[in-house]
C-alpha cells in the first residue's frame, strides 16, 4: 500500500512542469563572425542589435539576421570591444575597450566620426572608470558588463564556461543553459533581457534568442 503510494506520488510529480525562465531550446542563432561575445546592446528603436566582439563590433538588422555594418576598432593593439551605447535615436553607437577610449561611429555609412565633442551624450570618463574602463588597465583584463540580467522576479547570471543559470527570488537556481562547445573557463556570456525574449552569445560568435515562458 506505502509502495503503490510512493509510485503515484513520483508520477504525479514527473506531471508538474518544473520551473523555468525560458523555452528550450534556443528559438533563434544569428551567426555573426567567429569571435567571442563581450557585450550585447539592443537599438532604440528595438530593430538592431550590436555585438560587441574580441575582434571589433557587428551591427546586425534582428528581421533578416543579416549584418548591416561591421565596425572594425582598435584601441593600443587590442580589437576588444567590451561597452557599447547607442545615441537617442539609434543613429551612432559608441564602442569602448579596456581603457576606456571612446570610438564613435555613423551607422548610416559604418564609419567613425571623430568629432566626439560634438556629443554631448557620451559617458564622460569619471563614467568610464565606473564600470571598470581605464586608463592603465591591461588588455588581457576581462570586464563582462553583463553578467546578470533581471525580467520580473527572474535573474540571469554568466557562469563559468559560458554558462547562464536563471535564479528565482530566493536565489534557487531554476533554469541553466550550457553550451558545451565552449572550453574557456573564464568567458562569460552577456545576459539581455526584452520584454520576450532572453537573448545571449556564445564564445564562438553565435547569438542566441530564447523565448521566455
Known amino acids: 500500500m506505502i509502495r503503490s503510494a510512493l509510485l503515484v506520488a513520483f508520477l504525479l510529480s514527473s506531471l508538474v512542469p518544473r520551473a523555468q525562465a525560458v523555452l528550450e531550446p534556443v528559438a533563434r542563432t544569428i551567426k555573426c563572425a567567429k ?3 563581450n557585450c ?3 537599438a532604440p528603436k528595438g530593430d538592431r542589435i550590436l555585438v560587441g566582439t574580441e575582434d571589433g563590433a ?3 538588422d534582428l528581421a533578416t539576421g543579416k549584418r548591416v555594418h561591421l565596425l572594425a576598432f582598435n584601441e593600443d593593439q587590442s580589437t576588444e570591444v567590451w561597452h557599447a ?3 537617442e535615436n539609434g543613429e551612432y553607437v559608441m564602442l569602448a575597450g579596456f581603457t576606456g577610449k571612446r570610438a564613435v561611429y555613423d551607422l548610416k555609412t559604418g564609419q567613425p566620426d571623430g568629432r566626439l565633442a560634438r556629443f554631448t551624450w557620451l559617458p564622460n570618463s569619471l563614467a568610464m572608470k565606473a564600470i571598470g574602463l581605464k586608463v592603465g588597465n591591461s588588455p588581457f583584463d576581462r570586464y563582462y558588463q553583463q553578467e546578470s540580467a533581471q525580467h520580473g522576479e527572474i535573474t540571469a547570471k554568466a557562469d563559468k564556461n559560458g554558462t547562464i543559470v536563471f535564479h528565482d527570488p530566493k536565489g534557487a537556481a531554476i533554469q541553466t543553459l550550457t ?4 572550453k574557456d573557463v573564464h568567458y562569460r556570456a552577456p545576459c539581455l533581457f526584452t ?3 532572453f537573448i545571449t552569445a556564445t564564445v564562438d560568435g553565435r ?3 530564447y523565448t521566455l515562458r
Open 35 to 37: 569571435a567571442a561575445v
Open 40 to 42: 550585447l546592446v539592443l
Open 58 to 60: 557587428e551591427l546586425i
Open 85 to 87: 551605447q547607442f545615441n
Open 179 to 182: 553550451f558545451p562547445t565552449t
Open 195 to 197: 520584454d520576450t525574449e
Open 207 to 209: 547569438v542566441l534568442f
